[in-house]
């Protein structure tokens, strides 16, 4: 697979916004590598293709505006045109955040040290880490709307109708507001990359 979105190619995560994920691979499940080593819940994310590009869902249904907390509202943000690097760094920060606060045991780690994620074995004690972690999970820029952008509904589906038009099979994830699922499987990179350029047309003002 020549994608280095959607995947772990290397022994650096994939940068946040550009993996197959059923929301959050890198922190809200159990890491998605690109060979081998899932766990359940992350093989059947990785069946329904499903691409969050990234987060926990955070509002509450498919145009859920609930109300952010603090912790939310500090979360760092992942835009379209964020760079790979800057996307591995807060990936990185977050995981090691989970790490202080006892995950360590419980994690993996990439060949070059670096963190790739949680690989079972403690899920409560990976809900209290992830908690104490809150605001410092990065969200992308459709989470971000779903909870705090009146005219979200209307952004994403824009996104979703504009992936489709330059042929994307993909569909909403009406659970996990900012998310959508690739319907078929990861597409090839000449039609991959309307992912992120759509995702800027539809949420970046302009």
Not at 115 to 134: E, I, T, V
Request: include cysteine.
């Amino acid at each position: 697979m020549t994608h280095t979105s959607h995947t772990f190619t290397g022994s650096r995560p994939a940068p946040l916004g550009r993996r197959l994920a059923a929301v959050t691979v890198l922190a809200s499940l159990a890491l998605i590598t690109g060979c081998g080593g899932k766990s359940e819940a992350d093989k059947g994310a990785e069946d329904k293709g499903v691409a969050s590009l990234t987060g926990t869902g955070s509002g509450s249904g498919s145009g859920g505006k609930a109300s952010p907390s603090p912790a939310q509202l500090e979360r760092p943000l992942i835009r379209p045109d964020t760079t790979d690097e800057e996307e591995t760094r807060l990936n990185q920060l977050y995981l090691d955040c989970q790490a202080q606060h006892g995950l360590t045991p419980y994690m993996l780690k990439n060949e070059d040290g670096s963190w790739k994620g949680y690989k079972g074995g403690n899920d409560p004690l990976r809900d209290k880490a992830r908690q104490a972690c809150a605001s410092k999970e990065p969200e992308t820029l459709p989470e971000r709307a779903a909870r705090e952008d009146p005219e979200y509904q209307d952004k994403f589906d824009k996104w979703i109708s504009c992936m489709r038009s330059h042929g994307l099979k993909v569909s909403a994830a009406p659970d996990s507001p900012g998310v959508f699922a690739f319907d078929k499987g990861l597409p090839p990179d000449n039609l991959f990359k309307w992912v992120k350029k759509c995702e800027a047309d539809a949420f970046v003002t302009k």
